[in-house]
């Protein structure tokens, strides 16, 4: 079993929709949860990060973190074109400083 | 604006050479990262430094790479002798490190050994 799993999609949403990425983890103890965006041929950039159960909202984006059940998903509100990129879900489970990284879940954004 | 910067940005080898690529942490990070990412195998981590002493190699191939941190403001990544499976982009990433486990990326080394 991976220890974080994401669907690879691709998830097409239409422009203005809310897109739902979500993740599940594997380690009950995981303590930090991240989401990066990877555009083609570029670097992953982090844009939510989230410790505590509910939800944190950062502009058109939103994580959620659902400790019991083991998941962690990000909306984004009102889709835009440049949102389409592959979002890499990030979870810290402790043992010095390494993050375990999803194989990513694949966004388009169609006009 | 703070950066973790990356040199080569592209490099072209041939199977046999040395590799060396190196990483310019964020100044004040103490936590350092190697990653390589194909479309197979997705993010794999390679090595991770903090405070510059090396805590975790096993990702890494031991016989033919080697990851150091000479001092705290840069990191370099070898691979001698190098294979045509060792293409792939490699990222390195910057980390706080002290009650944070944010990891900020660079831009990558586009590595093609022919």
């Known amino acids: 079993q991976k220890e974080v799993e994401q669907n690879s999609g691709p998830l097409s949403v239409p422009e203005g929709a809310i897109a739902s990425l979500n993740c599940t983890y594997s380690?009950?103890?995981?303590?930090?949860f991240f989401w990066y965006r990877q555009y083609s041929g570029k670097s992953p950039e982090l844009i939510m990060s989230?410790?505590?159960?509910g939800d944190k909202e950062d502009g058109r984006f939103t994580a959620q973190l659902n400790k019991a059940s083991q998941y962690v998903s990000l909306l984004i509100r009102d889709s835009q074109p440049s949102d389409s990129a592959t979002y890499l879900c990030?979870?810290?489970?402790?043992?010095?400083?390494?993050?375990?990284f999803g194989t990513g879940t694949q966004l388009k954004v169609e006009l | 604006d703070a950066r973790v910067t990356q040199t080569p940005r592209h490099k072209v080898t041939e199977m046999g050479q040395e590799v060396t690529m190196r990483c310019q942490p964020i100044?004040?990070?103490?936590?350092v990262f190697w990653y390589r990412q194909t479309m197979m195998q997705g993010l794999e981590l390679l090595a991770y430094?903090?405070?510059?002493?090396?805590?975790?190699d096993s990702g890494m191939p031991k016989d033919r790479f080697s990851a150091e941190m000479p001092d705290a403001t840069l990191a370099t990544l070898k691979i001698q002798p190098s294979e045509p499976r060792d293409s792939a982009v490699y990222f390195c990433?910057?980390?706080?490190?002290?009650?944070?486990?944010?990891?900020?990326f660079g831009p990558g080394t586009r590595l093609t050994v022919t």
């Open positions: 989230i410790y505590s159960n």
């Open positions: 990433a910057s980390g706080p490190g002290v009650n944070s486990y944010e990891q900020y």
């Open positions: 100044l004040g990070h103490n936590t």
């Open positions: 990030a979870v810290f489970t402790g043992g010095g400083n390494k993050l375990t």
């Open positions: 380690d009950r103890g995981s303590q930090s």
């Open positions: 430094f903090r405070n510059r002493a090396p805590l975790d």
